[in-house]
């Protein structure tokens, strides 16, 4: 920026030289500058805006900005971005006995690399912009509870985090508009994710590839699959409600999620003024994705005596959640499916 072409510089025959020895010594002196000493604002600025890749090459460059690249204040932000809809706090009570059982594996001993170390060195290739050498693994790798740890463990797959996916076994006609629990793991080559699903009963482990984004959300209540969620909404269910309602085949397998509206009772006319289905000791569900007829069209369940209904032909019906998100209730909407179901 300080060179001018001659034609703009009348006097630069004349004092030529001296001028260039100030501009080298100008150029020099740039050349020499460092990172650090940017004004502090203006390089939090910096590393606020770099990827995730980024920060992960600048933690390697010295002692000050690892310290400032690994801090949590700076990763939380590509954690919500990427992961926030889909982890939630079971998964990262997960991600504590990970990382509390692997306490002793951050330095790699007698040739073997563990815990930490083994993400640093599977990492997509073009998050570095020269591999840092183990020295500097080894200084990052002591960050191990850090959200950075957290969001790279994520990012290779070998962190398995509790979630749930939407139609289970896509294309199954049995699991429409049903939500399953799972233990998911990432594959960023594709941008998708592999679930291991719950066995039933004493069957093996089913394993589904190739699930998408938008078919996973993370657990909406602090409930394992195999126990019935205690409701809190059954006092104030009312037709027109949607709703979730846990279902399982039989006592064996585990409950998944299923999406019904709360509907009206065979003694009312359904009119707004008339209708006293709430004072009902029973609520009606009904899954308006099976044609009329089918007998998995509704079931009725005890407003009052909240507890596991059922049997071994239709299968058990469990807790209730009321959907009270807008967007859950489109998201249910948008994965119904396009033929009714028998």
């Not at 429409?176 to 009963?201: E, I, K, N, V």
């Amino acid at each position: 920026m300080c060179q001018m072409p001659s034609k703009m510089n009348p006097k630069k025959a004349s004092t030529g030289p001296q001028v260039e020895n100030v501009e080298e010594e100008e150029e020099k002196e740039t050349d020499e500058m460092s990172v650090l000493e940017l004004p502090e604002l203006v390089l939090e600025c910096i590393l606020e805006r770099l990827p995730p890749s980024g920060l992960f090459n600048m933690a390697s460059v010295s002692s000050s900005l690892r310290k400032r690249c690994v801090s949590d204040y700076l990763w939380e932000r590509h954690m919500k971005q990427k992961w926030g809809r889909v982890i939630g706090p079971a998964a990262h009570r997960e991600w504590k006995r990970f990382i509390a059982a692997r306490r002793d594996c951050g330095v790699p001993k007698q040739g073997k690399q563990k815990g930490i170390m083994k993400l640093l060195n599977i990492l997509p290739f073009s998050w570095f912009k020269s591999k840092p050498d183990n020295i500097e693994k080894q200084r990052i790798s002591q960050c191990a509870d850090s959200i950075m740890s957290w969001y790279l463990a994520l990012e290779t797959g070998k962190f398995l985090f509790p979630a749930q996916v939407y139609n289970r076994e896509y294309g199954h006609v049995g699991f429409m508009l049903s939500c399953y629990d799972a233990q998911l793991s990432y594959d960023s080559q594709t941008d998708t994710f592999q679930a291991r699903y719950p066995p039933h009963g004493r069957g093996e482990v089913t394993v589904e590839s190739g699930i998408t984004w938008d078919r996973l959300r993370g657990l909406p209540v602090d409930t394992s699959p195999h126990d019935l969620h205690v409701s809190d909404c059954f006092s104030n269910l009312q037709p027109g409600d949607h709703i979730e309602i846990q279902w399982r085949r039989n006592k064996d397998f585990p409950y998944g999620w299923w999406y019904g509206i709360v509907g009206h009772l065979d003694s009312c006319d359904g009119s707004e003024i008339h209708c006293h289905c709430i004072d009902s000791e029973k609520v009606i569900i009904e899954f308006n994705q099976y044609t009329p007829g089918s007998r998995w069209r509704h079931t009725m369940v005890d407003r009052r005596n909240h507890r596991e209904e059922g049997n071994e032909e239709d299968g058990f019906y469990g807790g209730i959640r009321k959907l009270h998100s807008q967007a859950e209730i489109d998201t249910w909407k948008r994965l119904w499916s396009s033929q009714v179901l028998e």
